[in-house]
Each structure stands twice: as structure tokens, then as C-alpha cells.
Nanobody, 123 residues
């Protein structure tokens, strides 16, 4: 089970940190990702990582601004978002799959999804 939180309203240029708490197992070899979906648009990947470390990947649109990380003790994955702009306004979802994949950016690869947390960036 995945529980996402941390969304909210922020001004352009601001920062937010999203959290995704995982429960119901151990996730050592899992891959975890953040996706987002704006109204009328397809769901798109933001960032992904292998839970055990060693692999991270980012969408070009967020490279240098967003950072994905995890706290093993808390079974929680974070998405730190800096320099936010109105185009980042979306509902953000965390997702989990059993292992890392080279197709990390495809939503269809992920088996488990959190409920989404809404981020609104005002100009």
C-alpha cells in the first residue's frame, strides 16, 4: 500500500517535498517512481529510483529541479521539488513495481499506485 502526501499550493519559484509511505512488505529490489497528471493530459513520469539505491532517473522537464530519495527506516520515498513553475501543477502519484526496469518511464510497468496528492503552483 502506498500513501502519498505533501501536496499543496505554492508560488512560482517555491519548493515542496512530497512523501510516499509504503507498507505491506519489504522493498529492497523494488523500483519506485513519481508520476503526475494534469487535467486533460496523460500521466507522465517525473522521477524513478531503485529502492536499494544505485539507480535514479528523471524526466527532462524536472532535471536539476527535482530530487527523488528514500528513507529505508521509514519505508518512505520523497520527491523534493525546487524552482516550481505553473507547468508543474498536477496531481502527483507514487508507484511501485517489483524490480527496476529500463522502461522506468512507462506507467504501465508499475503494479501499485498511491492515491495522488495535488500540487498547485501559482504564477
Amino acid at each position: 500500500q502506498l500513501q502519498a502526501s505533501g501536496g499543496g499550493l505554492v508560488q512560482a519559484g517555491g519548493s515542496l517535498r512530497l512523501s510516499c509511505a509504503a507498507s505491506g512488505g519489504t522493498f529492497t529490489n523494488y523500483a519506485v517512481a513519481w508520476f503526475r497528471q494534469a487535467p486533460g493530459k496523460e500521466r507522465e513520469v517525473v522521477a524513478a529510483m531503485r529502492w536499494s539505491g544505485g539507480r535514479t532517473a528523471y524526466a527532462d522537464s524536472v532535471k536539476g529541479r527535482f530530487t527523488i530519495s528514500r528513507d529505508n527506516a521509514k519505508s518512505t520515498v520523497y520527491l523534493r521539488m525546487n524552482s516550481l513553475n505553473p507547468e508543474d501543477t498536477s496531481v502527483y502519484y507514487c508507484a511501485l513495481r517489483g524490480s527496476w526496469t529500463t522502461n522506468w518511464s512507462s506507467a504501465s510497468e508499475y503494479e501499485h499506485w498511491g492515491q495522488g496528492t495535488e500540487v498547485t503552483v501559482s504564477s
